[in-house]
């Protein structure tokens, strides 16, 4: 026997075995395009994955995992299987910035267990531009639930990385103790951990500049059985998956997610590009989520009138509602917004009297209810209408019964499982009774314009109630709107209530809260801010004291959308959006700089076309020409500093 021979073919194997085993211990998928790229590992037995768009790193070995009251999946992890797969699908909704997506994914499986030999799954799906990734958890045997304490899934991100960022607000602060609600302002373009220090953590969206690149992280597909996360502060260059504070929704009700096996939880999203182009026109939180139940019927968007913004709690008389159905019927606008105190000031006997009204304009109603029960302190009524299954569908019936068409329901105030169940079955029993639902103060969708067919946008933002209360707010106003479309209003519809018309924003129009945005301004964010119904904050006086060019705009503008299509901007700068409806495509941009600006723009999408363009002239005052876009598409404009314009 060649000892020595035996010996050289025994390290050989050992070679490949040893390689074998090293190569089994990670897996990767490409995107369609192949240019974005995930690698997931189990090094030092913990779960890791990257993200690489065009070869370059985006994020560097991040840690994954989950910890559950049935086991630990952070730790001592080991590698049993992967295997790959497509995923197609073409799907329609009109509540969403692109009304028809094809999505096509490449997708990764990876299972692995811990050291009690329980299994663990993880699901990678990467289409191009945007990586969506769960858990999903079997059942062990006889184990069929468990609690999800904590995740471990985090982002590193490289050093030279900046960030834009908005803080999660502390649990049960605010009016009414009904905080967190998504209200935070932002810091943009900070150093990677620079960022003001805020042990709360920050909310989803979250925006990376990454170098060449850029990454936006979200979730999506939160139902009734998982509670929503968030970001916590970095620890280094990490950011990791937050779940909710135990003090919000009054300490009642667990921080981590309840769930039956086989379990899923929700998806989390990273869209990357080389630029913001696909940050702006993703549709990843939609892509990968499903309708939970169908239509009760073919619910009905469009425009709203919306006395409380600018004449507040006063206005909520029957008199003052009068006066802003004939505005709304004027307008051509379908709705009209009645808000909180109706319940007193107005009372259900003569609502119905404000309903038959209102139906003679050709105007429907939506109605506000306080979500709370003992969640938070909110006083304004109507409460304790939306917060037991009993009461809703009593009430429910008598708005069915009357002809309201849609609530908007407020104060919620957390993302734990309990509340998200509110959420959801609030949706579910006003989808029984053929009514549509706005959420304000409140949580970030998270892919709900798909998988609820009557919901239809939620505040989640610093938005035009804002701008009336707080000065500073105010001054950034520019600064906001131009980082929303890269944000906030990226993923999903965002209920803001603005094109505010006034001088000033009082009933009076003099005196105080002077708006310091052009009107070109104002009429750009009813592009640029996408909610299928907008509520409007243009008041009676309106109708005389504002160019009667801008009120036709108005009557104009849709809501829905059939296309978005991102042009030029920086987030905190400037921004330019095209939007089309049907065969009418509406361009519009606003200026946060602190002087103007000139851009050189390509509009391919109207070249050789005659359009209506309403601009600022050199001393801010708002106007309106003809032109026609050259055979090349190019087109220059000029705004002023907290200006902006529209082409349609």
């Not at 369609?32 to 993200?51: A, F, G, W």
Request: hydrophobic share 40%; aromatic share 12%; net charge neutral.
């Amino acid at each position: 026997m060649n000892i020595t021979k035996l010996s050289k073919d025994f390290a050989v194997l050992l070679f490949f075995s040893i390689s074998f085993n090293a190569f089994a211990q990670e897996a990767e998928i490409s995107s369609p395009d192949k240019l974005l790229k995930v690698k997931v590992s189990v090094e030092n037995q913990e779960l890791k994955y990257s993200v690489f768009y065009e070869n370059r790193v985006v994020l560097e070995n991040s840690p994954l995992g989950i910890t559950t009251n049935a086991g630990d999946f952070t730790n001592k992890m080991s590698w049993k299987d992967s295997k790959t797969s497509s995923e197609n699908k073409t799907y329609k909704n009109q509540k969403i910035k692109k009304s028809e997506v094809t999505y096509s994914a490449n997708v990764l499986e990876v299972e692995t267990q811990n050291n009690e030999n329980k299994i663990l799954k993880l699901r990678f799906q990467v289409s191009n531009n945007d990586v969506a990734f769960r858990y999903e958890i079997p059942s062990w045997k006889d184990k069929l639930s468990l609690v999800v304490l904590s995740e471990k899934t985090g982002y590193t991100f490289p050093k030279h990385t900046t960030t834009f960022l908005s803080p999660m607000m502390p649990a049960m602060t605010g009016f009414g103790n009904s905080a967190p609600s998504y209200e935070s302002g932002y810091e943009a373009d900070a150093a990677l951990g620079k960022i003001s220090k805020n042990k709360e953590g920050y909310v989803f969206p979250a925006l990376f500049h990454v170098g060449k690149d850029w990454a936006m992280i979200s979730e999506t597909g939160v139902s009734s059985l998982y509670c929503a996360s968030h970001l916590s502060e970095a620890n280094g260059n990490t950011y990791s998956i937050a779940y909710p504070d135990p003090k919000q929704n009054n300490g009642f009700g667990t921080s981590g997610a309840a769930i039956s096996l086989p379990g899923i939880t929700p998806w989390r999203t990273i869209t990357v590009g080389n630029s913001l182009k696909p940050i702006v026109e993703t549709t990843i939180p939609f892509d990968v989520v499903n309708p939970l139940f169908e239509a009760s019927q073919n619910y009905q968007f469009g425009k709203s009138s919306w006395s409380w913004i600018i004449w507040q709690d006063p206005s909520m008389n029957y008199e003052d509602q009068i006066t802003f159905i004939d505005l709304a019927s004027k307008m051509n606008f379908e709705y009209i917004l009645v808000d909180a105190l109706w319940d007193v000031n107005i009372g259900k006997e003569r609502f119905k009297d404000l309903i038959a009204y209102a139906k003679s304009k050709s105007v429907d109603i939506l109605l506000w209810y306080n979500s709370n029960g003992a969640a938070n302190d909110a006083p304004m009524g109507p409460r304790n209408m939306m917060n037991t299954s009993v009461a809703r569908k009593k009430e429910m019936k008598w708005l069915k019964e009357v002809g309201v068409k849609g609530l908007k329901v407020d104060f919620f105030g957390g993302d734990k499982q309990e509340t998200i169940r509110l959420y959801e079955d609030i949706l579910s029993d006003a989808n029984d009774y053929g009514l549509s639902v706005i959420f304000h103060g409140s949580t970030l969708p998270r892919g709900w314009e798909v998988m609820y067919p009557n919901f239809v946008g939620s505040e989640a933002v610093l938005a035009s109630e804002m701008l009336v209360f707080d000065q500073n707010v105010r001054n950034s106003e520019s600064f906001y709107a131009s980082l929303h479309p890269f944000m906030r209003n990226s993923v999903g519809s965002m209920e803001f209530g603005g094109v505010v018309l006034n001088k000033y924003l009082t009933k009076s129009n003099s005196g105080e809260n002077k708006r310091l945005t052009t009107d070109a301004f104002q009429l750009a964010t009813s592009v640029l801010f996408q909610n299928p119904i907008q509520a409007f904050a243009i008041t009676p006086n309106n109708l005389t004291d504002v160019p009667a060019f801008e009120l036709d705009f108005l009557k104009k503008v849709p809501t829905t959308w059939d296309e978005t299509v991102f042009i030029d901007g920086y987030p905190g700068k400037y921004v330019v959006l095209a939007r089309r409806h049907k065969d009418q495509w509406f361009i519009a941009g606003v200026n946060a700089e602190k002087k103007s600006i000139k851009l050189k723009l390509n509009l391919n999408v109207l070249k050789s076309k005659k359009m209506d363009l309403i601009f600022d002239s050199k001393n801010n005052e708002t106007q309106t020409k003809s032109i026609q876009i050259n055979n090349s598409g190019d087109f220059e404009v000029e705004m002023p500093s907290n200006g902006g314009f529209v082409i349609h």
